[in-house]
């Protein structure tokens, strides 16, 4: 029989405590009271009370000129204009699509605003209406990009690209929004032999790349050969690899989950998500960002 | 919003709460079938209590969820909840008017008890639980589940204002801690 594994519980240790004291940055927990001047604009995650401004949020001040916003380390999504988000389809109504995407409401995605397969571009009669299920069903997931923001908070989504559209094989992992560098482009296609979407939502889809890039007209064709076994192996280490840096609390970009997908090689892949590994490989991909600055 | 659309508040959010007792969280095994008495009563409590803080009026239709289950009862099950939610509602990143800390207090033979245990709750004596929001000095939530005396109802309501700072030191430190780290780990 083979040799099990045992694990006893441990108390975690603090990170950072003593890189802390230089940090300048005012932290606040709910109920604080940020300033008693009243010449301040209340912002996001503050309140009036009695003459003061309170914070509601644990999390750090962020201050603009006159306006006060504390900012929480942990939030759900809020969506903002070009956002590029992958979401989950919930429910097929007349004319949209209600999507999950990590937010408070559910965003929508209006049948007007994505691309018709094939391509052809021309008003959405009746008929297309009652095909709306075959584009796309409940449980699909889809990349797409933030139209627009209503007054309550909740997202429109487009698809008018060919970027974006279903997903098809893949591996979606889910993490805070707050941990997801806001860049140029979301899409990277990794030099280990893998593609991710970075969603601004914090949700993460890892998938094969793809080989010719133009086949995908609206992207509503969905690829279902086997993907060989190499990838799967690449995509299963990035996934263990991103779990690994968003537990350490490092931002998600193209080249930390490359570095730190570098870093994991000498590991297996089920081993990275071992605490004491995870700790390693993302204070050696720490290292390498720090040395990439300079 | 989850379930019926039509239970969805058009100018705040709905907080639903559901709290739940394991089956060998007492001394005697049990089973609990959902919505028995005591444990709707205390559905209730939590639901009050946390209408009271979270400013529920920024997120309109939208619906916050508190699950709370009890895995050892050992006494103060409603304040034990109450602490671990307002934690929880904290790291969440839901903005609250203020920590929500809760203890019981008891009294017995002439003295006033706070945060009582399984032994102190069983005995029968009268028994207050308390939520208050420490830094403004409000109450959240007062009940009391036996009658007592008007002249003791202020020393027995002391122990467990005291209690509760005692607890919102703890969480705090815990929040503060955590914040930092956090912070710190992230930084730019």
Redesign the interface.
Known sequence: MAAMEVRLPVARK????D??RG?G?D?V????TITTDTGYMRGH?T?M?EEKL?A?????VERVNKLICVK?????YNGEVGDIVVGRITEVQQKRWKVETNS???SVLLLSSMNLPGGELRRRSAEDELAMRDYLQEGDLISAEVQSVFS??AVSLHTRSLKYGKLGQGVLVQVSP??VKRQKTHFHDLPCGASVILGNNGFIWIYPTPEQKDEEAGGFITNLEPVSLGDREVISRLRNCIMALVT????LYDTSILYCYEASLSHQIKDILKPEVMEEIVLETRQRLLELEG | MRGSRSKALHDRALVNCQYSMATFSTGERKRRPHGDRKSSEMTLHLKQTFEAAILTQLYPRSQIDIYVQILQADGGNYCACVNAATLAVIDAGIPMQDYVCASSAGFVEDTALADLNYVEEAAGGPQVALALLPKSDQIALLEMNARLHEDHLECVLDAATAACRAVHAVLDQVVRDHVREVATLLGE
């Open positions: 603090l990170v950072g405590q890189l802390a940090s940055r932290l927990a709910p109920g604080d995650g309140y009370g309170v509601s949020v644990a999390g750090a929480a380390l942990k939030t759900r408070r409401l559910d309550d908070g707050s941990l350490q609390k490092l931002m």
